[in-house]
């Protein structure tokens, strides 16, 4: 808190200024009756004494509000209490719409959704939730609905941390998820094409209509929504970057677009390669061409996306994941998703010796350890470069001359040696 005395129209005035409760600056302006001239002391005077009362006052408004808080923090903590488990999920889940994707807001609805069918029955409070409660429910899923292990996981990473939150808030007194056991999920290697499969696909996909949204997810290892979401302001063909900063789904059949993307990390920038930015100049000639012929007919809602057909329309999800099965079928290749061009892209990049760390940048996953966790079986590369340094190291090169290898009966013979000579060390 500091405080001057300034002139206004002739008189002394006493200005304080001060931080609010929510940390913001504000000013307490305070007219006084002494005029200008020869004044200015005594107006000094009453600032100090003014600084002073202001002070009082403040204090107590602060320890008012603060009472009043911990009276209605007492009283929120109370009611969250008493609250059905599952309603407090959902209260939980509500909170945190706003700031996710689209696929993870309707992931955690429907674990919302799922988790009040099986408790309501119940009529379990939460201050009454126990661990066995919890894995209750997990078995039910095992059991009843035969969900994995990696599904039971998404319901413990939405259910932990909604306990967490209660815990921390003072509304139970520990968190029941801490005392449930961890749940391992199936290490899942996934299933992509190699360099020779990829070379059939793109032979497959030429001159397709959409060959240029294969090759795309291919070569960049886009997600699906992200691909659709592309719009052409995010291409910046004079500095050739490529810019992933939104999603298009189709939840339910309702086409959402969002700049919100799954994480952080997936808003990133990818350099435009010659042979993309061939296809993309392209597209925008035969968007042109379409707009031209097919005049007042030609549907313009999804002017600007780079993934439409030849009305205007949007390329749809699911005919896109369609068409990719079809193609494969057709080529012969083995059934592998849509989503698994994504996994061949990451597998071409490390074992032609791509750092992790750079693999995890171009896919935009969220943190080192989902890309080590997906893709350490490919990491041959450093496994190779440390090998050898440690061969160098302890001089143990491949280049030495390997002794003979024993047969069986020189094996027994030489074993029958070594007993022999154990045994007149032991006389």
Same mark, same amino acid.
């Given at each position: 808190?500091?405080?001057?005395?300034?002139?206004?129209?002739?008189? @002394?005035?006493?200005?304080?200024?001060?931080?609010?409760?929510?940390?913001?600056?504000?000013?307490?302006?305070?007219?006084?009756?002494?005029?200008?001239?020869?004044?200015?002391?005594?107006?000094?005077? &009453?600032?100090?004494?003014?600084?002073?009362?202001?002070?009082?006052?403040?204090?107590?408004?602060?320890?008012?509000?603060?009472?009043?808080?911990?009276?209605?923090?007492?009283?929120?903590?109370?009611?969250?209490?008493?609250?059905?488990?599952?309603?407090?999920?959902?209260? +939980?889940?509500?909170?945190?719409?706003?700031?996710?994707?689209?696929?993870?807001?309707?992931? +955690?609805?429907?674990?919302?959704?799922?988790?009040?069918?099986?408790?309501?029955?119940?009529?379990?409070?939460? !201050?009454?939730?126990?661990?066995?409660?919890?894995?209750?429910?997990?078995?039910?899923?095992?059991?009843?609905?035969?969900?994995?292990?990696?599904?039971?996981?998404?319901?413990?990473?939405? !259910?932990?941390?909604?306990?967490?939150?209660?815990?921390?808030?003072?509304? !139970?007194?520990?968190?029941?998820?801490?005392?449930?056991?961890?749940?391992?999920?199936?290490?899942?290697?996934?299933?992509?094409?190699?360099?020779?499969?990829?070379?059939?696909?793109?032979?497959?996909?030429?001159?397709?209509?959409?060959?240029?949204?294969?090759?795309?997810?291919?070569?960049?290892?886009?997600?699906?929504?992200?691909?659709?979401?592309?719009? @052409?302001?995010?291409?910046?063909?004079?500095?050739?970057?490529?810019?992933?900063?939104?999603?298009?789904?189709?939840?339910?059949?309702?086409?959402?677009?969002?700049?919100?993307?799954?994480?952080?990390?997936?808003?990133?920038? &990818?350099?435009?390669?010659?042979?993309?930015?061939?296809? &993309?100049?392209?597209?925008?000639?035969?968007?042109?061409?379409?707009?031209?012929?097919?005049?007042?007919?030609?549907?313009?809602?999804?002017?600007?996306?780079?993934?439409?057909?030849?009305?205007?329309?949007?390329?749809?999800?699911?005919?896109?994941?369609?068409?990719?099965?079809? &193609?494969?079928?057709?080529?012969?290749?083995?059934?592998?998703?849509?989503?698994?061009?994504?996994?061949?892209?990451?597998?071409?990049?490390?074992?032609?010796?791509?750092?992790?760390?750079?693999?995890?940048? @171009?896919?935009?996953?969220?943190?080192?350890?989902?890309?080590?966790?997906?893709?350490?079986?490919?990491?041959?590369?450093?496994?190779?470069?440390?090998?050898?340094?440690?061969?160098?190291?302890?001089?143990?090169?491949?280049?030495?001359?390997?002794?003979?290898?024993?047969?069986?009966?020189? !094996?027994?013979?030489?074993?029958?040696?070594?007993?022999?000579?154990?045994?007149?060390?032991?006389?």
């Amino acid at each position: 808190m500091t405080g001057r005395v300034v002139v206004r129209n002739g008189f @002394w005035s006493i200005v304080i200024s001060y931080k609010d409760q929510h940390g913001q600056f504000r000013q307490h302006w305070k007219k006084t009756e002494l005029k200008e001239r020869g004044n200015k002391k005594e107006a000094e005077r &009453l600032l100090n004494e003014e600084m002073a009362s202001f002070a009082l006052e403040r204090m107590e408004e602060e320890q008012k509000e603060f009472t009043t808080k911990k009276l209605s923090s007492r009283e929120e903590a109370e009611k969250a209490r008493q609250m059905l488990f599952e309603e407090y999920l959902e209260h +939980y889940v509500q909170d945190l719409i706003p700031n996710l994707a689209i696929g993870t807001q309707l992931s +955690y609805k429907n674990i919302a959704r799922v988790v009040r069918n099986f408790f309501e029955p119940k009529k379990i409070k939460l !201050i009454d939730l126990t661990p066995e409660d919890i894995l209750a429910f997990y078995d039910f899923l095992r059991k009843e609905h035969g969900v994995k292990e990696i599904t039971i996981k998404r319901y413990a990473n939405v !259910i932990r941390p909604a306990l967490k939150k209660a815990y921390i808030e003072k509304v !139970i007194p520990e968190n029941p998820h801490d005392f449930v056991p961890t749940i391992h999920k199936a290490k899942n290697i996934p299933t992509y094409f190699n360099k020779e499969e990829m070379a059939i696909f793109f032979e497959a996909i030429k001159g397709h209509e959409l060959e240029l949204e294969f090759k795309m997810l291919a070569f960049y290892g886009l997600r699906r929504s992200e691909l659709l979401g592309l719009k @052409w302001d995010s291409v910046d063909f004079n500095n050739k970057i490529l810019y992933i900063r939104r999603t298009l789904q189709s939840p339910k059949g309702i086409l959402t677009i969002s700049d919100k993307m799954k994480t952080a990390t997936s808003n990133r920038s &990818l350099p435009l390669v010659p042979e993309i930015i061939k296809m &993309l100049r392209a597209r925008q000639e035969r968007i042109q061409k379409d707009k031209d012929y097919h005049g007042a007919s030609y549907i313009r809602e999804f002017d600007g996306f780079v993934c439409v057909n030849k009305y205007g329309g949007m390329t749809l999800p699911e005919y896109l994941t369609k068409s990719f099965k079809m &193609l494969i079928e057709k080529a012969g290749l083995k059934p592998i998703r849509l989503h698994d061009l994504r996994h061949s892209c990451a597998s071409l990049m490390i074992s032609n010796g791509v750092q992790m760390k750079q693999v995890q940048e @171009w896919l935009g996953h969220a943190n080192f350890q989902t890309t080590a966790d997906v893709y350490s079986h490919l990491d041959f590369s450093s496994k190779q470069e440390s090998a050898k340094t440690i061969a160098g190291l302890l001089d143990f090169s491949g280049e030495q001359e390997k002794e003979p290898e024993m047969t069986a009966e020189e !094996i027994e013979q030489e074993i029958k040696r070594l007993k022999q000579l154990l045994a007149k060390k032991k006389k």
